[in-house]
Antibody, heavy 117, light 108 residues
Framework: QVQLQESGPGLVKPSETLSLTCTIS????????WSWIRQPAGKGLEWIGR???????HYNPSLKSRVTMSVDTSKNQFSLTLSSVTAADTAVYYC???????????WGQGTLVTVSS | DIQMTQSPSSLSASVGDRVTITCQAS??????LNWYQQKPGKAPKLLIY???NLETGVPSRFSGSGSGTDFTFTISSLQPEDFATYYC??????????FGPGTKLDIK
């Protein structure tokens, strides 16, 4: 079955750019939207945005000015960059597949990113 | 934006209990609602989609109902592995997705 795995630095300095990659195994990146979702410690889930194989992207308006997502079909990966980070961006970041318009399944295991100097 | 609320925010129950969680949308979302279970340190897991459809492989003690603005998630007979946090999620106004604040279910 399809499995997702996030990777990237666990520590990012304030004002710098957070970069994460999600690698898909057991299936193709084609024909689905691929999303990033984050969760600050002890808090709820926030959808960051999604990317399609064509490169089409949709972002959460609250983060849109700082977010970029892309797809690398040759590596079966998609990526997230979040610029000008602050402590408020500290969270566990999940990647997830979008199914049938609105469902997220499966999810990656999540990766903790801490913003600190 | 569509806002989601859940009640209660936390709930204590015993094995074998019937448990109900409600989710309310700030506007009509028809049946565009999913339910997830999240255990500590783990990613959320999809349980119910389109308000009332059981995801493949999910035990039948889980169920969902509702449409419009009011939705209900029920566990008919709590099992030890069900103690977790549950989130609703709307997808009516694509491509904007929002989650409810969660309901933490723990052991009484």
């Amino acid at each position: 079955q399809v499995q997702l795995q996030e990777s990237g630095p666990g520590l990012v300095k304030p004002s710098e750019t957070l970069s994460l990659t999600c690698t898909i195994s057991g299936g193709s990146i084609s024909s689905y939207y691929w999303s990033w979702i984050r969760q600050p410690a002890g808090k709820g889930l926030e959808w960051i945005g999604r990317v399609y194989i064509s490169g089409t992207t949709h972002y959460n308006p609250s983060l849109k000015s700082r977010v970029t997502m892309s797809v690398d079909t040759s590596k079966n990966q998609f990526s997230l960059t979040l610029s000008s980070v602050t402590a408020a961006d500290t969270a566990v970041y999940y990647c997830a597949r979008g199914k049938n318009a609105g469902r997220f399944d499966p999810w990656g295991q999540g990766t903790l990113v801490t913003v600190s100097s | 934006d569509i806002q989601m609320t859940q009640s209660p925010s936390s709930l204590s129950a015993s094995v074998g209990d019937r448990v109900t969680i409600t989710c309310q949308a700030s506007q009509d979302i028809t049946n565009s609602l999913n339910w997830y279970q999240q255990k500590p340190g783990k990613a959320p897991k999809l349980l119910i989609y389109d308000a009332s459809n059981l995801e493949t492989g999910v035990p039948s003690r889980f169920s969902g109902s509702g449409s419009g603005t009011d939705f209900t998630f029920t566990i008919s007979s709590l099992q030890p592995e069900d103690f977790a946090t549950y989130y609703c999620q709307q997808y009516d106004n694509l491509p904007r997705f929002t989650f409810g604040p969660g309901t933490k279910l723990d052991i009484k």
